[in-house]
T-cell receptor, first 115, second 113 residues
Framework: NAGVMQNPRHLVRRRGQEARLRCSPMKGHSHVYWYRQLPEEGLKFMVYLQKENIIDESGMPKERFSAEFPKEGPSILRIQQVVRGDSAAYFCASSPPGAIPYIQYFGAGTRLSVL | GEDVEQSLFLSVREGDSSVINCTYT??????LYWYKQEPGAGLQLLTYIFSNMDMKQDQRLTVLLNKKDKHLSLRIADTQTGDSAIYFCAEEILTGGGNKLTFGTGTQLKVEL
């Protein structure tokens, strides 16, 4: 059973471009979470999705950021018109439905650099 | 409130015990977690503890929980150079059939020979 797969591992964008980060959860996992880690800081929750639904987006910036988890395919975190402050590591985690505790398994992250 | 605090650095000698401390603020947290992050990598779950427990032992790892003081600690016995990493504690907030984690700032553990 492969772990949580994130791609790309590294992404370089110029200011104003769009960034698309992909996350394939572990097999059988229908819950996906996105976190952001700024340099020298801990991870901050962004959004929690289940298939085709956003459950909790309380940590998402109000503008430029969006996330989806379609019925088929990976979850996508999309950042439009990137700015230098978006440079960070973005981690995706997944968990299976109904299992308590809700253990989150993390991917290796996508490191976004905005020039 | 959702604030988790940890000391930033800890240095120990190989073979000694390491104790990493964490304080949290959300008394409704059901489970608390410890994760390990090595350079350039994702987070690896080390262990977790249910909030009704005060201790959990798993091989070289011992978790102590003082719910009254909202204090959590991770003890690593016989610390090895491979234990050098950043350690994060996290509390969970239940939401919509799942949870979201609030992480501490991380404690960088350095193991010296």
């Amino acid at each position: 059973n492969a772990g949580v797969m994130q791609n790309p591992r590294h992404l370089v964008r110029r200011r104003g471009q769009e960034a698309r980060l992909r996350c394939s959860p572990m097999k059988g996992h229908s819950h996906v979470y996105w976190y952001r880690q700024l340099p020298e800081e801990g991870l901050k929750f962004m959004v929690y999705l289940q298939k085709e639904n956003i459950i909790d987006e309380s940590g998402m910036p109000k503008e430029r950021f969006s996330a989806e988890f379609p019925k088929e395919g990976p979850s996508i975190l999309r950042i439009q018109q990137v700015v230098r402050g978006d440079s960070a590591a973005y981690f995706c985690a997944s968990s299976p439905p109904g299992a308590i505790p809700y253990i989150q398994y993390f991917g290796a992250g996508t490191r976004l650099s905005v020039l | 409130g959702e604030d988790v605090e940890q000391s930033l650095f800890l240095s120990v000698r190989e073979g000694d015990s390491s104790v990493i401390n964490c304080t949290y603020t959300d008394s409704s947290s059901t489970y608390l977690y410890w994760y390990k992050q090595e350079p350039g990598a994702g987070l690896q779950l080390l262990t977790y503890i249910f909030s009704n427990m005060d201790m959990k032992q798993d091989q070289r790892l011992t978790v102590l929980l003082n719910k009254k003081d909202k204090h959590l600690s991770l003890r690593i016995a016989d610390t090895q150079t491979g234990d050098s990493a950043i350690y994060f504690c996290a509390e969970e907030i239940l939401t919509g059939g799942g949870n979201k984690l609030t992480f501490g700032t991380g404690t960088q553990l350095k193991v010296e020979l």
